[in-house]
C-alpha cells in the first residue's frame, strides 16, 4: 500500500482519487497555526528541561501534522487515548501549558481531568492505554451514543502483547475505535525495521480491521484521511488502524542522544520532509498567508512561550496522598496499609 499524500515535500498539492479535501486557505492557515504553536510549546519545554526546571521532556517535534490532522478531524466528544507524546494533540483539544508541564515538573503524576477534555491523562507504560481504548470503546458501544474513540501509540508500543490483544479485540467486539499509529521510524534507539517484517497496517488487516497507510508529514492527508475513516468508525464500520509515517526529529527524550544509534543523513532526509515547513512553502506559493497573518501567529508563538515558562514556575506542588486515593474508587485494606507506611516514612524525614 502506498502511502497516501496529498501535500509534497515540495509543498505541492497532489490529487488522490480515493480521497479528496477540499482545502481552503482558512484550513491551511488553522493548521499552521496550531502546528507552530505546538512547535513553540515543544521548544520551550527542552528548554525549561535544559535549565533544570523539568525534569523529563520527550519533544513531539516532526510530529506535528500526524497529530494536528488527525485530532481535528475528531469531535470534541470523541475520548481520546494518548500515548506520552501527544502535545500537539493535547493543545487542540485546550490543555493549557501548566497541565501539560506538571507531570515532567515531578509536581503531578498527570495534569488534568482527562473528562474534561475527553483527553486521557497520558500513558508511560507502552501500549497499555489500547487494551483501555478498548474497553471503554466497548462502553461506548453499549452507551448507544455516535461518540466514538481514539488511541495513540507508537510503532515500538506495537510490538507488545497489548497492542495485538487489543487489535484483536476491538475487531472481535466491533467496537466504534480508531488505532492511529504514528510510527516515527524509532523506539528509543530500535528502528521499525528491526521491531515488524510486515508493516503495521497489513498486520491489523490480519486482524480484520480496515487500515491505511498515510503520510504522517502531510497534515492535508493525514486529516482526510482520518476523516473518512472516522466516519466510517461512527457510522458503525467497526474499528480501524491509521498508520502514519513520520519522523522523530529530535532525541527518544531529554535523557537520549540519537547521535549515538542514527545517522545525520537520516535526520537531513527526514528534515527535508518536515511537515511545517512543507505547509508553509504551500501557504506562500498559493498566496494564502501574508505578513498580518504571520505576525499573529508570531506573537501568539511569543505569548505561549512566556505562559510556558511562567506556569512552569507557578506549578504548585501536588498534594502526596494522591497517589493513593486517586487509585481506586474504594480503598482496599492493601491500600491503606501502604498508605500508613508512606505517611510513617515521611513522617521519619527530618524536614
Ligand atoms: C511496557 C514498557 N516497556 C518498555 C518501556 C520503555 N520505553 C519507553 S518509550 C519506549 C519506546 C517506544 O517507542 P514507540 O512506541 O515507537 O514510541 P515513540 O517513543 O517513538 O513515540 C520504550 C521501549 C515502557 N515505557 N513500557
Ligand atoms: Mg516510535
Not at 514556575?313 to 507506611?341: C, I, K, M, Q, Y
Request: net charge negative; hydrophobic share 40%; aromatic share 8%.
Amino acid at each position: 500500500m502506498e502511502p497516501v499524500q496529498l501535500l509534497g515535500p515540495d509543498g505541492r498539492l497532489r490529487e488522490h482519487p480515493d480521497w479528496p479535501l477540499e482545502v481552503t486557505p482558512e484550513l491551511c492557515r488553522d493548521f499552521y497555526r496550531k502546528m507552530r504553536l505546538a512547535r513553540q510549546l515543544d521548544n520551550e519545554a527542552l528548554a525549561l528541561q535544559r535549565q533544570g526546571e523539568l525534569g523529563l521532556w520527550l519533544q513531539s517535534l516532526g510530529q506535528e501534522a500526524a497529530q494536528v490532522g488527525s485530532i481535528t478531524a475528531l469531535r470534541e466528544e470523541d475520548y481520546v487515548f494518548p500515548s506520552y507524546r501527544e502535545h500537539a494533540a493535547a493543545l487542540c483539544r485546550g490543555l493549557t501549558p501548566a497541565e501539560l508541564l506538571i507531570q515532567w515538573r515531578g509536581n503531578q503524576h498527570s495534569g488534568w481531568d482527562p473528562r474534561q477534555y475527553r483527553f486521557h491523562i497520558y500513558t508511560l507504560v507502552l501500549a497499555a492505554q489500547l487494551p483501555h481504548a478498548t474497553g471503554y470503546a466497548m462502553g461506548v458501544q453499549r452507551d448507544g451514543t455516535d461518540e466514538i474513540v481514539a488511541a495513540y501509540f507508537g510503532d515500538g508500543a506495537a510490538s507488545e502483547g497489548e497492542a495485538n490483544e487489543a487489535l484483536n479485540w476491538a475487531a472481535a467486539a466491533d467496537v466504534p475505535l480508531l488505532f492511529f499509529c504514528q510510527n516515527n521510524q524509532w523506539a528509543i534507539s530500535t528502528p521499525t525495521r528491526a521491531q515488524m517484517r510486515a508493516p503495521l497496517h497489513q498486520r491489523a488487516q490480519g486482524f480484520g480491521l480496515e487500515a491505511h497507510v498515510v503520510d504522517g508529514n502531510d497534515v492535508l492527508a493525514v486529516h482526510a484521511v482520518t476523516t473518512e475513516v472516522v466516519k466510517r468508525v461512527r457510522d458503525g464500520g467497526g474499528p480501524a488502524l491509521i498508520e502514519a509515517l513520520t519522523y522523530r526529529m529530535a532525541g527518544h527524550s531529554t535523557s537520549d542522544d540519537p547521535g549515538r544509534y542514527r545517522s545525520d543523513s537520516e535526520l537531513d532526509s527526514w528534515r527535508a520532509r518536515d511537515p511545517l515547513g512543507r505547509l508553509e512553502t504551500l501557504l506562500e506559493s498559493e498566496g494564502w498567508i501574508d505578513q498580518e497573518f504571520r505576525d499573529e501567529v508570531d506573537t501568539e508563538c511569543t505569548e505561549l512561550a512566556a505562559e510556558t515558562r511562567r506556569a512552569c514556575d507557578e506549578l504548585p506542588l501536588g498534594e502526596v496522598g494522591a497517589l493513593f486515593s486517586t487509585v481506586l474508587a474504594e480503598e482496599t485494606e492493601l491500600l491503606a496499609e501502604e498508605r500508613r507506611h508512606h505517611q510513617q516514612l515521611l513522617a521519619s524525614y527530618v524536614d
